[in-house]
Nanobody, 123 residues
Framework: QLQASGGGLVQAGGSLRLSCVAS????????IGWFRQVPGKEREGVPWFSGDDETTYYADSVKGRFTISSDNAKNTVYLQMNSLKVEDTAVYYC??????????????????WGKGTQVTVSS
C-alpha cells in the first residue's frame, strides 16, 4: 500500500514537498514515483526512482525543479517541488511497480497506487 501526503496551495515560484509511505514491500524490489493528472488528460509520469539500481528519472517538464529521493529506513519517497508553475497544478499520485516489470512512466504498468493529493499553484 502507498499513502501520499503533502499537497496544498502555493503561489507560483514556491515550493512543496510530497511524501509517499510504502507498506508491504521494500524499494529494493520496486520502482516508485509520481504521476499527476488534470481533468481530461491522461496521467503523466513526473519523477521515478528505480529501487533496484537507485536511478532517478524526470519528465522534461520538471527537470531541474523537482527532486525525488528516498529514505529506505522509513520506506518513504519524497518529491521536492521547487519553482512551481501554474501548469504544475494537478492531482499527484504516488505509484509503484515491480522492478523490471514496467515501462518508465507507463501508468498501465503500476502495481500499487496511493490516493491522490491535490497540488494547486496560483499565479
Amino acid at each position: 500500500q502507498l499513502q501520499a501526503s503533502g499537497g496544498g496551495l502555493v503561489q507560483a515560484g514556491g515550493s512543496l514537498r510530497l511524501s509517499c509511505v510504502a507498506s508491504g514491500f521494500t524499494f529494493d524490489d520496486y520502482g516508485i514515483g509520481w504521476f499527476r493528472q488534470v481533468p481530461g488528460k491522461e496521467r503523466e509520469g513526473v519523477p521515478w526512482f528505480s529501487g533496484d539500481d537507485e536511478t532517478t528519472y524526470y519528465a522534461d517538464s520538471v527537470k531541474g525543479r523537482f527532486t525525488i529521493s528516498s529514505d529506505n529506513a522509513k520506506n518513504t519517497v519524497y518529491l521536492q517541488m521547487n519553482s512551481l508553475k501554474v501548469e504544475d497544478t494537478a492531482v499527484y499520485y504516488c505509484a509503484a511497480a515491480i522492478a523490471g516489470d514496467y515501462d518508465l512512466f507507463d501508468y498501465h504498468d503500476m502495481d500499487h497506487w496511493g490516493k491522490g493529493t491535490q497540488v494547486t499553484v496560483s499565479s
